[in-house]
C-alpha cells in the first residue's frame, strides 16, 4: 500500500515485495471465488481473470499459479467435475502440481486424519503449502460441514483454508447446505449476509449468459 501511495504501479508495487520476488502467499487464492463464479462456464476467460486478480498483491509465479488453480477448482465444482482432477490438470508451477499430485494419491486411499494430511500437503500461508490441503478438503468431504471442518482440523493457517475448502465445497453443494446455525452466527445489516447473498446471485447470473457476440 505504501508503494501504491509513493507513485508505483499496482503491477510494479506487487512484484517489489519480498526482496522482488513478489508473494507467494495464499490471500490471493483465498479471495478469487467470486471470479471463479462469474467466470465458471467461460474456461479461457476464469484463467485470465484470475491471474489479474492475483497479481494485484501476489506476484510471485507460485502465488499467481494457486489462485487460478482454486478458481479452476471451484468453477469445476459449479460444473459438477471433480475439483480436484481440474486443479491438478490447471497448476502450471512444480511446487503447487507436486501438491495436487500428493492430493490426489491421498483421495485414491482411505482419509487420511487431518493431521496427516497436513503433514502431507502443508498448512501453511504458502499457496503450494495450503492450496492443494483446501482443495483435498472441500473436493473429498461429503457434506459441506465435513469438507470447511476436516480443512479447520489440519491446523495451521486455518482461516485462509477453511474459506479456499468452503468455496470448493459450496460450489459442489450449493447454497443451502450451509450449516443454518453458522448462517445464524454471520453479521447482518447492510454489509451483512443478504448483502453478500445478492452479490453471489448477480455474479451467477452473469456466469450463465451466454457470451457477447463482438460487432464485425
Do not use: K
Not at 460444473?79 to 491438478?88: K, Y
Amino acid at each position: 500500500m505504501q508503494l501504491w501511495r509513493e507513485g508505483e504501479s499496482v503491477d510494479r508495487a506487487a512484484g517489489l515485495v519480498f526482496d522482488g520476488t513478489g508473494s507467494l502467499g495464499n490471500g490471493a487464492a483465498m479471495r478469487i471465488a467470486p471470479v471463479a463464479v462469474r467466470y465458471a462456464h467461460a474456461d479461457d476467460a476464469l484463467r485470465a481473470q484470475a491471474e489479474l486478480s492475483a497479481r494485484v498483491t501476489h506476484a510471485h509465479p507460485v502465488g499467481v499459479d494457486a489462485a487460478i488453480v482454486q478458481a479452476v477448482a471451484i468453477a469445476a465444482a459449479a460444473r459438477n467435475e471433480n475439483p480436484l482432477s481440474a486443479a491438478e490438470r490447471a497448476a502450471s508451477t512444480q511446487e503447487v502440481r507436486r501438491g495436487l499430485e500428493n492430493a490426489l494419491q491421498l483421495a485414491s486411499g482411505p482419509s487420511p486424519a487431518p493431521s496427516e494430511a497436513a503433514r502431507v500437503l502443508g498448512n501453511s500461508s504458502a499457496a503450494h503449502l495450503s492450496v492443494p490441503l483446501a482443495v483435498y478438503a472441500g473436493a473429498c468431504g461429503s457434506d459441506f460441514d465435513s469438507c470447511v471442518s476436516y480443512a479447520v482440523r489440519a491446523g495451521g493457517d486455518t482461516d485462509t483454508i477453511g474459506a479456499m475448502a468452503g468455496a470448493i465445497a459450496g460450489a459442489r453443494f450449493g447454497a443451502g447446505a450451509i450449516p443454518g446455525r453458522w448462517l445464524d452466527a454471520l453479521e447482518r445489516g447492510p454489509r451483512g449476509v443478504e448483502h453478500v447473498e445478492g452479490l453471489a446471485e448477480r455474479l451467477a447470473a452473469e456466469g450463465r449468459r451466454p457470451p457477447r457476440r463482438r460487432l464485425s
